[in-house]
């Protein structure tokens, strides 16, 4: 049968997301119908999954797998002891978080959002780049991202962040492109781009205007 593919865990390439590791399960299989990644930690007492970060827009429903190792969770302050094999299901929006009890542990973790179709955001791309981002290295991540989104055209939130490291750093045409381009694929950038700072250099644009309104 056509379509199919198949990818042993260690041939995925493996990414960093403020101090937690992860392998683009989803990305790297051309998953469209829902979210899936391969959180792992090499040494126990390192965390596995982060709390979410209080600004995630997303809603999504998770289950975790623990596929080998051993994990301890907190789930809205309820600590629950997951060896390998345990499924931990979590609501939307739930407070989580992961640490490894055990060296060499691995947890699956697949999500989509109740009542809608799965829309991915393209946050497996984007979360490498974030680290220069935090530091200020705008004109590299636009570098990168100009590449990224070349490659990848069908997420908003990479247009959106390139628009960002476009508009800090004075490429004010690119950064109304790119942030029209975000816009047109999720309304929810045309509610960010009315607050976030980061688009301050061009917000007395004409074209700017034009797009939040």
Request: charged share 25%; aromatic share 8%; with cysteine.
């Amino acid at each position: 049968m056509a379509g199919w593919k198949a990818a042993h865990l260690d041939e995925i390439e493996e990414f960093e997301d403020v101090g937690c590791h992860y392998r683009p399960v989803r990305l790297h299989l051309g998953l469209s119908a829902f979210g899936a990644s391969v959180w792992t930690a090499q040494s126990a007492g390192d965390p596995v999954i982060n709390e979410h970060d209080p600004g995630d827009p997303t809603v999504d429903q998770e289950l975790f797998l623990v596929i080998r190792g051993h994990a301890a969770f907190e789930v809205a302050g309820d600590r629950v002891d997951a060896p390998a094999g345990t499924f931990v299901a979590v609501p939307p929006g739930t407070q989580r978080r992961a640490t490894a009890e055990a060296p060499d542990t691995a947890i699956l973790l697949i999500e989509g959002t109740p009542g809608t179709a799965y829309a991915p955001r393209g946050w497996e791309l984007w979360a490498p780049l974030a680290p220069m981002y935090g530091a200020g290295r705008y004109a590299e991540v636009a570098d990168a991202l100009r590449s990224t989104v070349e490659a990848h055209p069908e997420y908003g939130m990479l247009f959106f962040n390139l628009a960002c490291c476009e508009s800090l750093t004075g490429k004010r045409t690119e950064a109304l492109m790119h942030l029209r381009r975000a816009i047109e694929l999720s309304e929810e950038f045309r509610d960010n781009a009315r607050i976030d700072e980061d688009l301050d250099a061009i917000r007395d644009e004409p074209g700017f205007r034009e797009l939040v309104h």
